[in-house]
């Protein structure tokens, strides 16, 4: 039978406080600690720049990683990247001189997984200042009777762009083409209008007006047939 002091004492016990002469109960161990954050597996990216050629960029170029981490190349040179998060990253090649092509795609995406390095190339050719130019070879056919040494006047216009839809051509130069004819060498490679304007007693036998494509390192002809006495 539960007398008072029967049930005191169950519920002492219960509560963890022992009676004189009683053993208390076993404390519960704290739980272990939690086991430290592994850290986070990252790749690396090597950028590699080679420039063939007979120029080069003076100033070198600038390697950009996802727009925002930007590294500084010579002519031929590499840099790396480290601590990048799996995925694809965004490379881009800038400061790089007009006279100077990138080979490829540029920007350009580059997958890197964990725990590698990933090398990705940039080929360059870069002109000297003769290849990087072109040459323009002015001429003047006079198929009539000519008494005497014949000039004539011819303007050159270079092509401008303001946007992709919309060109011109931009101020004139003037120069005097004898017989012989004149060459214009260190042309701007482009579009170039070339405009014959002749003596009153000369006639054209061609379009008085061409539109011809300089390139870089060749010898573009302009020429015109004309009838004079």
Same mark, same amino acid.
């Given at each position: 039978?539960?007398?008072? *002091?029967?049930? @005191?004492? +169950?519920? @002492?016990?219960?509560? %963890?406080?022992?009676?004189?002469?009683?053993?208390? *109960? #076993?404390?519960?161990?704290?739980? #272990?600690?939690?086991?430290?954050?592994?850290?986070? &597996?990252?790749?690396?990216?090597?950028?590699?720049?080679?420039?063939?050629?007979? %120029?080069?960029?003076?100033? =070198?170029?600038?390697?950009?990683?996802?727009?925002?981490?930007?590294?500084?190349?010579?002519?031929?040179?590499?840099? @790396?990247?480290? +601590? &990048?998060?799996? =995925?694809?990253?965004? *490379?881009?090649?800038?400061?790089?001189?007009?006279?100077?092509?990138?080979?490829? *795609?540029?920007?350009?995406?580059?997958?890197?997984?964990?725990?590698?390095?990933?090398?990705?190339?940039? $080929?360059?050719?870069?002109?000297?200042?003769?290849? $990087?130019? %072109?040459?323009?070879?002015?001429?003047?056919?006079?198929?009539?009777?000519?008494?005497?040494?014949?000039?004539?006047?011819?303007?050159?216009?270079?092509?401008?762009?303001?946007?992709?839809?919309?060109?011109?051509?931009? $101020?004139?130069?003037?120069?005097?083409?004898?017989?012989?004819?004149?060459?214009?060498? $260190?042309?701007?490679?482009?579009?170039?209008?070339?405009?014959?304007?002749?003596?009153? +007693?000369?006639?054209?036998?061609?379009?008085?007006?061409?539109?011809?494509?300089?390139?870089?390192?060749?010898?573009?002809?302009?020429?015109?047939?004309?009838?004079?006495?």
């Amino acid at each position: 039978m539960n007398t008072p *002091l029967g049930l @005191l004492r +169950a519920v @002492l016990v219960v509560l %963890g406080v022992a009676g004189c002469g009683e053993a208390a *109960l #076993p404390s519960v161990p704290p739980p #272990p600690p939690l086991p430290p954050t592994p850290p986070e &597996l990252t790749g690396a990216l090597l950028a590699v720049v080679s420039t063939t050629g007979d %120029g080069r960029d003076p100033d =070198g170029y600038i390697v950009t990683l996802d727009g925002v981490i930007r590294h500084t190349l010579g002519s031929t040179d590499s840099t @790396l990247f480290e +601590a &990048l998060s799996h =995925g694809i990253h965004t *490379l881009r090649l800038e400061s790089v001189a007009s006279s100077c092509t990138v080979e490829g *795609l540029n920007p350009r995406t580059v997958l890197v997984s964990v725990l590698t390095t990933v090398r990705e190339p940039f $080929a360059l050719t870069c002109l000297g200042v003769a290849s $990087a130019t %072109g040459t323009l070879d002015l001429k003047v056919e006079n198929q009539g009777r000519r008494s005497s040494e014949t000039t004539y006047t011819v303007t050159v216009s270079t092509q401008v762009c303001l946007a992709y839809y919309f060109c011109g051509y931009g $101020a004139a130069r003037i120069y005097v083409v004898p017989d012989s004819g004149l060459t214009l060498s $260190a042309m701007t490679p482009g579009h170039v209008m070339v405009r014959l304007f002749l003596p009153v +007693a000369c006639t054209y036998l061609s379009s008085g007006t061409l539109v011809v494509d300089v390139t870089a390192g060749r010898t573009t002809p302009a020429h015109f047939q004309v009838a004079c006495p």
